[in-house]
């Protein structure tokens, strides 16, 4: 095989290369939801970040409170709001779920303290009208504790102090709570400065224990001398001392309420401390009673009615009280077949103001000597009528000369006090004699007596009249005078006999056996009849020798 040369041009073929293309376009949207992302990661960092704190509160209904709707606002600024509303597994609570604002996690300590804020009528006082428009809120009372809390039981009701309020708690112990409440006011000068927070009972049952808030600046004036005592309604005293009414206000009549008082010379002194206790007394005059430091235990035996004697009656020396009634028995001596009535007192020797000197050593008398001495001069108790409206009865003690020796014996627990029969019942047994020897009088015979000497004296009265008429005819002139005499001292005679008649008449109603009180008038009758013989006796004697009135009596010869 031959070639032959040729002329052949040589052709450069192109190079190929491969140009990639931008898809510049694509990219972009691609930043749309990385940017999105990111958008979305920060306000999820920053809510996580910025999200309060989930708390649960319990509360016994829930009334007025709705998931989503119902607020938590502290001072009225709100810091969360309601999520969830469920029912606790024993089905007796409400569990309510919160959310709470960041800054408001300082409030979440120990004694915080939650409650529904609704329209409510306590007392005198009308609270939460906002709500009627607005809707039922949580309210927030902030705590003092370090300790962090997120569960918490509710209130059913709003505290009555908040504890930014100025002003100091007080302590009150007291026999019972008589119509206080929570919110029940304290008065002070009549004037209201506080209320009554919460009470509860003593742990023995034996009284009551209160919680009290004097608000700021009133609560200065509570010094550790005050005096507490129930102001509550009207204070009705009906006793030995008569009829007395005392009240504090309106207020207190209806709601019950405390009123204190400061001695005038404490006004210097430091005020108390807060959570002072002090006792709250039933009354104001209680309660303004000077505190006796030494008490003494006696027995009083009476064997008269009580009736009218009641316990916390006084006990009265000449006007100063010297201790009270604390009990009233009644015994049987089964020997005697009669009854005793022991009454028990408290008596406080320190109000004798016995503070006699020995002489010698310079030491106070013993009370026990004290009232040996009194009782061997006569020192005795007696009960006494202390109202005569209110028929109240009270023991007085007061000297008896004329009482019956007697000792007190030491030895028995309490000791026996001597007593002495009352003025009331000594005046009875006095009537009760008279009535006795009244009725041993012979009434129907004295009357009797009385009607024959009447008559008697009537028929001496009328021959009388008969003579001296017959000798006012008779005798001289010269005589007249005296018979006219004679004539007026007998019409003064039959006006006197007239008066007697009358006067017996009366007696002789009087005279019988349910009269209260009668006279022995045998005496005076058998004088009259006497007079009226004597009467008698001149008529006789004139008659037979009328010339006596001028010449006189002629002697008898014998």
């Given at each position: ?32 939801p ?31 409170i709705?998931?989503?709707k ?14 969830s ?22 409030l ?47 209130l ?8 930014d ?31 009554v927070?919460?009470?509860e ?62 001695e ?7 005020p ?66 009669s ?39 006569g ?30 014996d ?7 006090f ?50 001296l ?10 005589a ?41 008038m ?37």
């Open positions: 095989m031959s070639t032959t040369p040729q002329h052949t041009e040589t052709v450069e073929i192109p190079k190929a290369y491969v140009e990639r293309r931008r898809y510049r376009s694509s990219q972009l949207i691609w930043l749309i990385i940017i999105a992302a990111i958008i979305g990661i920060s306000l999820a960092v920053k809510s996580y970040l910025e999200r309060g704190p989930v708390i649960t509160i319990t509360f016994k209904n829930g009334e007025g709705e998931a989503g119902t607020k938590i606002k502290y001072k009225d600024v709100q810091i969360g709001e309601v999520k509303i469920t029912i606790s597994k024993d089905r007796t609570l409400v569990v309510v779920t919160a959310e709470l604002n960041k800054d408001a996690e300082e979440l300590v120990e004694d915080t303290r939650f409650w529904v804020v609704r329209a409510r009528i306590s007392g005198g006082s009308i609270t939460g009208l906002g709500t009627v428009m607005g809707g039922s809120y949580i309210g927030v009372d902030a705590g003092v504790s370090k300790e962090e809390r997120h569960e918490f039981a509710g059913e009701s709003p505290p009555v102090i908040r504890r309020d100025p002003g100091r708690q007080f302590v009150l112990h007291a026999a019972d709570i008589g119509s206080l409440n929570i919110s029940s006011p304290i008065f002070y000068r009549h004037m209201q400065v506080g209320e927070i919460a009470f009972l003593d742990k023995d049952g034996k009284g009551v224990t209160l919680r009290a808030f004097i608000r700021s600046p009133y609560d200065q004036y509570v010094k550790a001398n005050s005096l507490f005592w129930h102001a509550s309604g009207i204070d009705f005293t009906l006793d030995a001392n008569g009829v007395r009414v005392n009240t504090e206000s309106m207020v207190s009549i209806l709601l019950g309420g405390i009123a204190f008082q400061t005038d010379d404490s006004a210097k002194a430091k108390a401390e807060p959570n002072s206790v002090f006792t709250l007394f039933a009354n104001r005059n209680e309660a303004q009673m000077r505190p006796d430091t030494l008490v003494e235990n006696y027995i009083l035996v009476f064997r008269e009615s009580l009736r009218g004697l009641p316990v916390g009656a006084p006990v009265d020396l000449r006007g100063v009280t010297v201790g009270e009634v604390t009990r009233i028995n009644i015994e049987l001596d089964p020997r005697k077949k009854f005793s009535m022991p009454v028990e007192i408290k008596f406080y020797p320190e109000r004798l103001k016995a503070r006699y000197r020995n002489a010698q050593k310079g030491k106070l008398m013993d009370s026990r000597k004290l009232l040996d001495s009194l009782v061997e001069n020192f005795r108790a007696q009960v006494h009528s202390g109202n005569l409206l209110t028929g109240q009865l009270y023991v007085a003690l007061d000297f008896f000369p004329r009482a019956p020796r007697a000792k007190i030491w030895r028995k627990n309490p000791p026996e001597p007593t002495i029969t009352g003025s009331m019942v000594q005046f009875q047994t006095a009537l009760m004699n008279i009535l006795q020897k009244i009725e041993k009088l012979p009434l129907e015979e004295l009357s009797g007596d009385a009607r024959k000497t009447m008559q008697t004296l009537d028929a001496t009265l009328k021959s009388t009249d008969r003579l008429k017959g000798i006012d005819d008779t005798i001289l002139p010269e007249r005078g005296m018979v006219e005499d004679v004539r007026k001292t007998l019409d003064e005679v039959r006006t006197t006999m007239d008066d007697a008649r009358k006067t017996l008449g009366s007696a002789n109603q009087t005279l019988s056996a349910d009269a209260p009180l009668q006279l022995d045998r005496d005076a009758l058998r004088e009259m009849g006497r007079a009226a013989q004597s009467l008698r006796t001149l008529g006789d004697y004139l008659e037979r020798h009328p010339e006596s009135l001028i010449s006189g009596k002629k002697e008898e010869k014998r």
